[in-house]
Structures are given as C-alpha cells and as structure tokens.
C-alpha cells in the first residue's frame, strides 16, 4: 500500500516562499506522475500541479509561475515551492499519486495533508 | 478557463438513492473523477474514468458521464456516505475540480 507524508512549515511569512514535502513509502517514485492540491479552509480543492517521473511537470495557470514541483527519486520525495505567498495561499496541502492516461488521470493515493498558514 | 459545476448541498434519507451532478462544457467528451471527504479527512477516489470503482469502494456508489453532465449516484445510503463529493476532470493537462457538493443523509 502506497503511503504519502507532507511535511514542512506551518507558518510562512507574507512574500516569502512556501516549501513543502511529500515523502512517499511503500512505492517507487520513479513511475507514475505525482501531484500537490490544495484546499483553503472551508473550501474546495485546488489542483496546484504534477510531476511524471521523468521529469516533467504541469502547473496551474492560475498560480502564475509561482510554483516548482521537483522530485528526488533517491529520496522518494516530491517537492512544492511556492513563492511570493499571501495570506490567500494559506491552506491545506495534499500530494497524491495520480494514475491514468493522457485525459483520464486520477488521484488514487493521498496524503494526509499539511496546514499552511501565511501570517507575519 | 474550464469550470466544473456541482450544487452546493444535497439531502438524501438513509437507504434512498442520492444524486450528485457536475457540470461543464461537453464534459461528457471528458473523463471525470469522483473524490469523497469526509469532515477532517483527506479525500478519497471513489469513482474514476466516469463509472470505474476502485477496489474497496462499495457497489453502492456508481457514475455515468454525457452531454454536458456527470453524475454520481449512491444508492441505500448510508449515515457514513454524508460528506463532502468533488468532481474532477482535465482541460488539457491542467486539473479542475468541481466547488463540491455536501451530502447530508437525514
């Protein structure tokens, strides 16, 4: 069974850059494309962005170049940074393991997420 | 931008049929997903790829996708099926959800 921990800063200062890990266990990281989604308190998720294991990633046009997805697969581990925060950022973190094709991917495992709070 | 649109709550009686819809430009020409979260939880995938079931996911949850709408439905449902359902599809390779849709089982 594929397990997935966030880790990082609870609290992140305004302007600053928002980094986050994901460490994966009971799985390889070197397949399937790995994603981080996030959801603001109260409200609804928000797909951030993916990596496949090659390398290559997607983000969300609406975080305008913000964001960096990486992936250390000597680590298992799977990166977010995110920069020049606002209190609008201030969220709960997920990383998950999406499967599929082309279209069709999915979330199948998730992590238990990880509270952000951007606040001076 | 695409936009998913699902209503924002649904009320269902224990063991009646509930039906959660969301909408969007041709999505039944997309592949959707179904994500449950219960209060305080992290979500789960009970439907993919439109009507699929991940394993461990009871029969009582199905999908069907056309038109402009997908939906899904859960049939007998239980006091442990109230939470909160999204959907999901891709424009491209950019994920969207939907705003999701609280379920309550009264």
């Known amino acids: 069974q594929v397990q997935l921990q966030e880790s990082g800063p609870g609290l992140v200062k305004p302007s600053e850059t928002l980094s986050l890990t994901c460490t994966v266990s009971?799985?390889?990281?070197?397949?399937?494309?790995w994603t981080w989604m996030r959801q603001p308190p109260g409200k609804g998720l928000e797909w951030i962005g993916h990596?496949?294991?090659?390398?290559?990633?997607y983000y969300n046009p609406s975080l305008k170049g913000r964001v960096t997805i990486s992936l250390d697969t000597s680590k298992n581990q799977i990166s977010l940074k995110l920069s020049s925060v606002t209190a609008a950022d201030t969220a709960m973190y997920y990383c998950?393991?999406?499967?599929?094709?082309?279209?069709?991917?999915?979330?199948?495992?998730w992590g238990q997420g990880t509270q952000v709070t951007v606040s001076s | 931008s695409y936009e998913l649109t699902q209503p924002p709550s649904v009320s269902v009686s224990p063991g009646q049929t509930a039906s959660i819809t969301c909408s969007g430009d041709k999505l039944g020409n997309k592949d959707a997903s179904w994500y449950q979260q219960r209060p305080g939880q992290s979500p789960v995938l009970v439907i993919h790829?439109?009507?699929k079931r991940p394993s461990g996911i009871p029969e009582r949850f199905s999908g069907s996708n056309s038109g402009n709408t997908a939906t899904l439905t859960i049939s007998g449902t239980q006091s442990v099926d109230e939470a909160d359902y999204y959907c999901q599809a891709w424009d491209d390779t950019t994920g969207v959800f939907g705003g999701g849709t609280r379920l309550t089982v009264l």
């Open positions: 009971g799985g390889s990281t070197s397949s399937f494309y």
């Open positions: 790829e439109n009507w």
């Open positions: 990596i496949y294991y090659t390398g290559i990633t």
């Open positions: 998950a393991r999406m499967v599929g094709g082309y279209g069709s991917w999915y979330f199948d495992f």
